[in-house]
Nanobody, 114 residues
Framework: VQLVESEGGLVQPGGSLRLSCAAS????????MMWYRQAPGKERELVAR???????YYKNSVKGRFTISRDNVKNTMYLEMSSLKPEDTAVYYC?????????WGQGTQITVSS
């Protein structure tokens, strides 16, 4: 299993950014895909999930600002982030759980600052 996130970056408060996660090594369409984040000194937390059946979940603090999606043809998951706040600053990870365990991407830093 390989999960590769796109490059993050520095964004001004109120700005937007789209992350992608390219997946390989497993049957992408069969498994839920998740975005997690970890801010300095904090636990890693689930931000959003795109279920294999089409359902979605969002952490309360990102509802209405973040949109998760997946393309089962391209084996890619996306996280569209808008109205970004300084508290969104973190390393963002894509993840999946298959029958052989939980897998993580390498993580990508998103910094929201003026």
């Amino acid at each position: 299993v390989q999960l590769v996130e796109s490059e993050g970056g520095l964004v001004q408060p109120g700005g937007s950014l789209r992350l992608s996660c390219a997946a390989s090594g497993f049957t992408f369409s069969r498994y839920d895909m998740m975005w997690y984040r970890q801010a300095p000194g904090k636990e890693r937390e689930l931000v959003a999930r795109a279920g294999a059946g089409g359902s979605t979940y969002y952490k309360n603090s990102v509802k209405g600002r973040f949109t998760i999606s997946r393309d089962n043809v391209k084996n890619t998951m996306y996280l569209e982030m808008s109205s970004l706040k300084p508290e969104d600053t973190a390393v963002y990870y894509c993840s999946t759980v298959t029958i052989s365990g939980q897998y993580w991407g390498q993580g990508t830093q998103i910094t929201v600052s003026s």
